[in-house]
């Protein structure tokens, strides 16, 4: 492997590296949950983008083989954080929040506290509407 | 036309998305990282299989009208997650914890197919400084957090022109 190759590789782990580290440090700096949140979904995307890149970079000037696992690894990434942070979010406003603390919509409220339209009682809907 | 109707028909009930199925054979092929006949049959039945299995929760196909600005969207996303990260890096390591003005948005959708919204709300996720939440009941309205916005009509401005408007033309 000539030194290029190992520099950029070095460089792509140590920018990894430190996103990853500035994601954790938020999580213990941020006041509350919802600030907290932004740590993990953001910073630790490139983070964890940057070390695949790295392996990819390694992978074709070590051994000549393009290696795909690692795009996959990070579109599964980009597929899962969205969903885990909605997730997370919608947790701590059935437990932390009610809500008038948040911005009404017009029509009906937030699906956390308010029925789907046309659901009255607090039964589910019909099954053919799912 | 009637028996083509019903062909149509039995096709959807057997490959309710067929674009995702060629999607999973495809990543299935990549996981392997190597290809044999074995490999694309397993793949075939998987792929098969998984819209089959979640058809009922995902009824209608996305109707996408226009692929070249859906992989213009796509690269924007692309920039746009890069600057996410470095701006979020920043206000982590040197904004004061007391300074930081955290908002509740509200944002009136123009979005009405489902899977528009959902890339809508994952794209606000990965952008810079928000954090998308809950959608309204009636699907109009969806609730983002925001990190640090001292003006939030422009933060929802934002939105609305630089993602929610290239949604539009893509999907609707």
């Known amino acids: 492997m000539s030194i290029l190759a190992e520099a950029i590789v070095s460089a792509l782990i140590i920018i990894g590296a430190v996103f990853l580290l500035v994601g954790s440090w938020g999580m213990i700096r941020m006041p509350e949950l919802m600030t907290r949140l932004h740590a993990p979904t953001k910073a630790t995307t490139l983070g964890v983008g940057g070390t695949l890149l790295a392996s990819i970079a390694y992978f074709l000037a070590a051994e000549g083989v393009f290696s795909i696992h690692e795009l996959l690894i990070s579109m599964f990434l980009f597929l899962s954080a969205p969903i885990t942070a909605h997730f997370l979010a919608k947790a701590y406003m059935h437990s932390r929040l009610k809500a008038g603390e948040l911005p009404r919509p017009d029509g009906k409220g937030w699906s956390t506290y308010d029925k789907p339209a046309g659901v009255e009682s607090g039964e589910a809907p019909p099954r053919d509407t799912l | ?135 309204s009941a009636d699907g109009r309205h969806l609730l983002v957090h925001c990190l640090d916005e001292p003006d939030p009509e422009a933060a929802v401005r934002r939105i609305k022109m630089r993602y929610e408007a290239r949604l539009m033309e893509i999907f609707e």
């Not at chain 2, 009405?112 to 998308?132: F, Y």
């Open chain 2, 1 to 135: 036309m009637m028996a083509h109707d019903a062909q149509t028909r039995q096709a959807r009930s057997w490959l309710p998305h067929p674009l995702m199925t060629v999607l999973l054979i495809l990543i299935w092929i990549l996981l392997q990282n190597s290809f044999s006949l074995g490999n694309l049959l397993l793949g075939v039945v998987l792929g098969v299989l998984f819209p089959l299995m979640t058809a009922s929760f995902w009824p209608d196909r996305p109707h996408i009208r226009n692929y070249g600005k859906a992989v213009v969207y796509f690269l924007v996303v692309i920039g746009d997650i890069v600057t996410a990260n470095i701006q979020v890096a920043r206000l982590i390591l040197f904004a004061r914890v007391s300074s930081l003005q955290p908002r509740w948005l509200c944002v009136p959708l123009a979005l009405t197919r489902p899977e528009a919204i959902t890339l809508l709300a994952g794209t606000v996720t990965m952008t810079p400084g928000t954090v998308s939440c809950d959608l």
